[in-house]
């Protein structure tokens, strides 16, 4: 039986064969690496632009957490690249041993990172379903940004919870650490599922009451709505990984899997960010013509626009403007 530690390490790396011997892949994630570094400024000098604006929404603690998520992961990539090129440079013995140290401990908290995101997602997709369809439920449902920054580290108490619970199984019973492991994470896939189909009869209701002037101002949770679509869109892409790697048992899948879902996470989020709504696509297209302003912006302070004439963030839990009618 495997120690813990060795449980654990095993449990976070992907098989050689599923990336060393595999020249498409290592491209495309070249490819995607540059495309995640060259959206970050933007992503960045936009958000810096609606700041101020957008605390006033109930939803803006998540949408500022996974402001904070972006810059973190971007730190994180530019780390195990730079000890990548060390160790390709210098050969060092130091340096493989600090990457290895670092990427034991960055997958797994990665990981906790993307799976807080995908649940809060498919929680609030939920509260909008309910909210929608159901009115009497706002007084339950209807949260406030103070409480839904508790709810978002309720969510990270859970997730560590019970990935605590499942390392914990891993010394007792590696078998049923790798079934309970899978399965856990089927039921995520599952969630994401269900929460996506739970905008379709929303959008429908909302097609019917196109020519309200609330329906046609308020796009409601357009940018949760977006990043539930896209990471259901990557998730059915990404199975075709499958027929490169038939031997894969269910658990070396999942953990392939996982691995693609911490990999395009951050650029999930900074693409529905920019892309939501008219206004943010308008600040994308201008800031495009000052290419070295939008660079340096992780540097220096961005304008800040708090007047009323552009179009709001998508993402408000306004209740009375997305009801049924």
């Known amino acids: 039986m495997d120690s813990p530690l060795n449980s654990s390490v095993r449990q976070h790396m992907i098989t050689d064969d599923a990336l060393s011997n595999t020249p498409l892949l290592i491209s495309a994630l070249v490819i995607y690496l540059s495309l995640q570094f060259l959206t970050f400024p933007f992503y960045i000098h936009i958000f810096r632009k609606n700041q101020e604006r957008d605390k006033f929404i109930p939803i803006f603690p998540i949408v500022e957490h996974f402001y904070k998520l972006i810059k973190l992961a971007v730190l994180s990539t530019c780390l195990i690249l730079a000890a990548v090129v060390l160790?390709?440079?210098?050969?060092?013995?130091?340096?493989?041993?600090?990457?290895?140290?670092?990427?034991?401990?960055?997958?797994?908290?990665?990981?906790?990172?993307?799976e807080v995101t995908h649940l809060i997602l498919s929680l609030l997709a939920i509260q909008r379903f309910l909210l929608y369809f159901f009115p009497s439920s706002d007084l339950l449902l209807n949260i406030s940004a103070k409480n839904m920054k508790r709810l978002l580290y309720f969510v990270y108490f859970l997730s560590i919870l019970i990935h605590i619970t499942i390392f914990t199984i891993a010394a007792v019973e590696e078998k049923l650490h790798d079934f309970i492991k899978t399965l856990y994470y089927a039921f995520l896939n599952l969630l994401i599922?269900?929460?996506?189909?739970?905008?379709?009869?929303?959008?429908?209701?909302?097609?019917?009451?196109?020519?309200?002037?609330?329906?046609?101002?308020?796009?409601?949770?357009?940018?949760?709505?977006?990043?539930?679509?896209?990471?259901?869109?990557?998730?059915?892409?990404?199975?075709?990984?499958?027929?490169?790697?038939?031997?894969?048992?269910a658990y070396e899948t999942m953990r392939m899997f996982t691995a693609i879902d911490v990999l395009l996470l951050p650029m999930t989020i900074q693409l529905t960010y920019v892309g939501c709504n008219r206004r943010n696509v308008q600040s994308l297209l201008a800031s495009s013509k000052s290419i070295l302003k939008v660079f340096c912006c992780p540097c220096v302070p961005a304008q800040v626009y708090v007047g009323s004439t552009l179009e709001p963030v998508a993402v408000g839990f306004d209740v009375s403007t997305t009801r049924q009618e």
């Open 87 to 114: 160790i390709q440079i210098f050969d060092l013995e130091t340096v493989k041993l600090g990457l290895l140290i670092l990427m034991v401990s960055v997958f797994p908290i990665s990981e906790i990172l993307c």
């Open 193 to 249: 599922i269900v929460s996506t189909c739970l905008y379709i009869p929303i959008v429908i209701s909302l097609r019917k009451l196109v020519h309200l002037q609330s329906s046609q101002l308020n796009h409601p949770q357009r940018y949760v709505l977006w990043q539930l679509v896209v990471i259901l869109m990557e998730k059915s892409f990404y199975t075709s990984i499958l027929f490169l790697y038939p031997s894969f048992t």
